[in-house]
Structure formats: C-alpha cells, structure tokens
C-alpha cells in the first residue's frame, strides 16, 4: 500500500525511507512519530479507505517527521510546519526536488498544540506555518487549522516573532494540494502574514473605505449631518464610545431641558455605531447594585439614562470610586463565620476601566462626582428643538428609502469593534508640553486635562491606519497622536470647558478655556518637544 500511496501523490521513494513507512497486511501502512534521535514515540495507521488512526494509547502531540531530517545534507535555516503526515510528506519531497526550501515537520491531530513539542523544534531562523484553506479567512477555518494558528501565540515570544502563516491562494487547500498540481503562478501568490495581519485582516475589510480616510472624525460629522442630531455633542458622544477601549474612558452627563433630544441622541449614536455590549444598561438599581452586578464593566460605559435629582450618597461614592480608580474593593463580613472565634471577611471587587452616560435636567451632579463627569449641555433654542424633533419624527415615522436616506452603519460599528477589541494604547507625543501650560495657569484643572488627553487619544485611534504604530518592551502596541489629532478635536474641547451653547461658564472652567486657547500656539510646544 505504501507504493500506492507514493504514486497516488506523486512522491519519490526517498519519502518511504525517510519516514520509515511500512506496510502491513489488512490494507494500511504505519507513519512512525520518532524523535530526532529515532526513537518512536507514536504511531499513525494509514489505512487504503483513507482513515487516520493512532495506534492504541498513543498521543497526537509530538511532532510527525523529525526522523527525515537526518536525510538533509546541511540543515536549513527555515522550519515549514503543517498539518499532518501527507503534507509532511509532500513538502519533504518538494525539498527534495529544490521546489520548496526549508525542513518540514508535521502537527499529526487535532485540536493541535504547538506548546507540548520539544524546544529543539523551534531552532531556526524563520518558521512557516501553513494553513489548510487559508484563503478562506480566520473565522472560516475548521476547527483543526484554527486551533493550529491560536496554539502558535501560545509559544514562547522569541518563537512567535519567527512565525509567519503562508497563505495559499484558492482553490488549493493545503500544500500537498498545491505541490501536486505543479502550480507555479499560484506558488507565487502565496501570501506570508504575522498572526495579527491574518486574523485582522477580515475584520478590517469590514471596516472598509473608513480604513483610506486620514480624518475619520470629519467623516463622522458628515454622516451626524445626514442623520440630522447635532455635530458637536454627537461627536463627543461617539469619541466617548471609542475610549471604551482605552485605559481611561470618557464619562458624559447630557444635561437640558425636557424635549432637547438627549436620550434620542445617545441611543442614536449607542445603536448605529457600536456593536452590542459596549455599553451596560442600568435602568433601575439599588445602592449597592455596582458592586454585586454580576455583569463585566471591564471596559464598558454604564447607560444610567434619567439620573435622579438626589442620588444615594453610598450610591455615588461607589460609582466615583468606580470611575476614578478603575475599581471598586467592598469588604463585608462573612456572614457564614459569625460563630467562629476568628472572623473573616469578604473582599467583593469590581474591576474597570469604566465609563457613565447618562442624562439629567439638573445642571450639576453630586459635587464629588461633578469634575469626573463631562457635563454636556443640550442647546434649548427654537431651531436646534425643532432639528431635533425632525430627526426624531424621521426615525419614527419613515422607513429607510429615498424619503430618508439609508445610511450604511457597519463600516462604522467594524471600525469600533476592531479598536475595542485590539485595546491599543495612546502615545501623545506633545503631553508633556500640553501640561507644562497647565501646570503654569490651572494646575488644580489637572482632571479637565486628563479629559482633554482621552479626547486626543480617542481621535488618534479612529486615524490609527494613517499613525505610527509603536511597541514597548512587553509588546503593547502604542498608536502615536498627532498634532491633527488635536486640531480635530479642539471645538469640541471649548464647547466642554466653556460649559456652551450660552449656558454661564464657571470660572475654573474659563481658566481651562484659556489654556485651550493658548495651546493653538502648541507647534512651538512640539518642536520644543522634539527636540
């Protein structure tokens, strides 16, 4: 049966001695799992109706193929990994006839882990792991192949940042597919990507023509134009939505009048741009509800529409503990131990980073809570109530057709979920400079700065294709703000410290105000910086 196999695959005899096989009577053939050193290990059974079966007792997580590589006459320098015994065989024998470079090893079951094979495996300069239709895309994988590429980041980092996926190009399934079809012009298609551009790139083809735009920020305000709800608080709302992915999240409290759109507006911009789960719903709870919800807030904005004149103060120290710290540690006695002669306790944590929306006809919060809240007020005059009453009767009354435009929401809910799930941090080059202004004029300001530096951090993460991209020593990846970052968001920046749209400014806020101003001459800032 061995013979047949060879010449059903287009295989040199060199494979049969190279890998031991052998045929045995009752139509199968063995496939040896041997060590370098050519003690087996495990056994295959090949069998001729094309089933694959370990030999009693034996595991599929050694290596297939080590023992040929005593057959090359210089060691390669590039390892080619792939899933089983065939493909093993087929790349050997391209090696062989100088088709493919590199020795070749093999990941005989699934689900596969690469983490229980010895290090000596892993001693080359570049290793290529190739992926049974790959083309297909990540999230299209069978289980075996996906869980071959999930169990490489699993591998130590000096391993992992030798490893590349080869791609080959449909039709063709795996490599022993494509090296049987003698296909040269598709060997030169094959594409050759780290595990963070083979598992992003699907998502970022959802995230489309947004990808090519050096200021999504201005895309957004022409899309909140065509959607009729107002630009500047619609902005913030939406940048609020993408901090939820970064390390501090931007808290809003939408203040007006009855009738100003408020909750229309956040739940406009909650429902067409994020996906589900970014943000949790807290209609009605009690004062300790923050600590025993049982729900992740770990980067998650809290939806508490309609906040009460007069909160619960216990209420309002957990939600500021919560918002500030980025957890809330609550310690109550265990009940279950009373009698006992050593008391203990319960430690109860609930961890952030985490961020409010909510709305309010007040015109300010608990005091302690009000300067770690964007207080964002709703305009109340004539023409901006009966905009808002017009996008409001769209939405309700008109189905998406030429009499009201169909706007196209998924670009924008991939481009969100791609951030909120690849949790890039933020490098604001010019930080330093920025809070040496502060520092001067208002330092007791320092939290409107941190607010201010979210803003900045939340622009530069919507231009993230178009901005340095840079990794600390531990491998976070850092997206580096740019002066146009802040350009972008500087009105907006005024209308929250001016407290806008004719309501009266505070004068700790007018110090703030100042120093935005102020910080238009920031270019002189930034080559200081620079230099």
């Not at 992915?245 to 808290?251: H, Q």
């Not at 719903?281 to 904005?301: F, G, T, V």
Request: glycine share 6%; charged share 25%.
């Amino acid at each position: 049966y061995v013979a047949e196999y060879l010449e059903l695959r287009d295989l040199p005899a060199e494979v049969k001695s190279a890998f031991n096989l052998q045929s045995y009577s009752g139509g199968y053939f063995n496939q040896p799992y041997k060590t370098i050193d050519g003690e087996t290990v495990a056994i295959k059974r090949r069998y001729e109706n094309g089933d694959k079966i370990f030999r009693k007792g034996d595991k599929n997580s050694f290596p297939y193929g080590l023992q040929a590589w005593k057959t090359y006459p210089v060691m390669p320098t590039k390892l080619n990994v792939v899933e089983g015994e065939s493909d093993t065989h087929a790349m050997y024998a391209a090696s062989l006839l100088e088709r493919q470079a590199g020795a070749v090893v093999g990941s005989g079951g699934s689900p596969h882990d690469l983490t229980k094979w010895p290090e000596e495996v892993w001693d080359f300069e570049s290793i290529i792991v190739w992926i049974d239709y790959g083309y297909r895309g990540y999230t299209k994988l069978d289980n075996g192949a996906k869980s071959l590429v999930d169990s490489t980041q699993n591998l130590p980092a000096a391993v992992k940042s030798k490893i590349k996926f080869a791609i080959l190009p449909s039709p063709y399934k795996d490599p022993s597919d494509w090296l049987m079809a003698k296909d040269k012009a598709a060997g030169e298609n094959i594409r050759f990507l780290t595990y963070e551009e083979y598992v992003e790139e699907e998502t970022k083809a959802k995230i489309g023509s947004l990808l090519d735009s050096q200021d999504v920020l201005a895309e957004f305000e022409t899309v909140a134009k065509e959607m009729k709800i107002l630009v500047p608080q619609s902005k913030l709302l939406f940048l609020q939505g993408v901090s939820a992915g970064m390390e501090r999240i931007l808290s809003i409290m939408l203040s007006g009048d009855s009738g100003t759109g408020k909750s229309f507006m956040a739940t406009q911009i909650r429902d067409n741009f994020f996906i589900e789960g970014v943000y949790v719903r807290l209609d009605s709870m009690s004062e300790m509800a923050l600590i025993y919800d049982n729900r992740s807030y770990k980067h998650k904005i809290l939806w508490k529409m309609e906040s009460n004149a007069v909160e619960s103060p216990v209420y309002a120290q957990l939600e500021r503990n919560l918002l500030s710290e980025n957890e809330i540690i609550h310690i109550v006695v265990d009940r279950n131990n009373l009698d006992s002669p050593t008391k203990s306790v319960i430690v109860r944590k609930k961890e952030g980073p985490c961020g409010l929306i909510s709305t309010t006809t007040n015109t300010s919060m608990y005091h302690d809570n009000n300067t770690r809240v964007i207080m964002l007020l709703m305009p109340n005059d004539s023409q901006s109530t009966m905009d808002t009453s017009r996008a409001i009767a769209d939405t309700q009354f008109l189905m998406p057709t030429k009499d009201r435009a169909a706007i196209d929401f998924s670009e924008w809910k991939a481009l969100t979920e791609y951030l909120h799930t690849k949790k890039y941090k933020v490098h604001i080059p010019f930080g330093p400079a920025l809070n040496e202004e502060w520092l001067k004029t208002a330092p007791e300001q320092n939290r409107d700065l941190s607010q201010l530096g979210i803003l900045i951090g939340a622009v530069a993460l919507l231009n993230f294709n178009h901005r340095e991209i840079i990794k600390d020593e531990e491998g976070a990846e850092y997206v580096v703000a740019t002066l146009a970052d802040y350009e972008s968001i500087r009105p907006e920046a005024e209308l929250i410290f001016s407290s806008s749209l004719g309501k009266a400014v505070d004068t700790s806020k007018k110090v703030t105000l100042g120093i935005i101003h102020k910080l238009s001459e920031i270019n002189s800032l930034w080559s200081r910086t620079r230099r």
